[in-house]
């Protein structure tokens, strides 16, 4: 009796693998989630992510990033600030973002698509928690900023990521 209520529990809690969103690929490949509602917006990103060499995961809403999230450390976020809000305006990605050891945190790049701060504007990033802000009126351009930007971040972590290899903190 006990071992047939076992197993039931069992089956009942088990995880649901079809979250895995690259399947069981090369875990040295570079990932990248996308987190926006607009088709046209969300295919320039798409295509800027490939032509940077990342495999790219489409979301479209906030509890598919959780399911996602869970089997994978994402290298590079990118999310529109409307994307998924609750009804008091807050954005859950970022919510969630925010609320991650910094251990894991610090390994993802997280881009914030506005309409309504600057391209690269250092100061509203830093007071969103984000690594970089792009604003919709310049997503043409979202390859160049990133591969710039990214690179950036790359240089300025180096030594930091180096030291924490060498000893086995990362």
Known sequence: MNEEKLTQASE???IDY???PFGYQDTNNETAMICEHDPV?????????KSLDYNVIES?????????S??????IIVVDEKFDTDTGGIDNVLYYLNNLSMSTRRKIFVVLISETFATMDYMHA???SVNLIINKDEISEIGLILKKEIEE???????FKEFHRKYGKI
Not at 41 to 49: E, M, P, S, T, Y
Not at 153 to 159: I, K, L, Q, R, T
């Open 12 to 14: 009942a809690d088990e």
């Open 70 to 75: 869970n089997f994978q450390t994402f290298n």
């Open 126 to 128: 830093y007071n969103k």
């Open 60 to 68: 479209m809403t906030f509890k598919e990033v959780l399911k996602y």
């Open 153 to 159: 971040n790359e240089y300025f972590y180096h030594v």
């Open 18 to 20: 079809s979250g895995r």
């Open 41 to 49: 917006v969300r295919q320039k990103i798409n295509d800027a992510l």
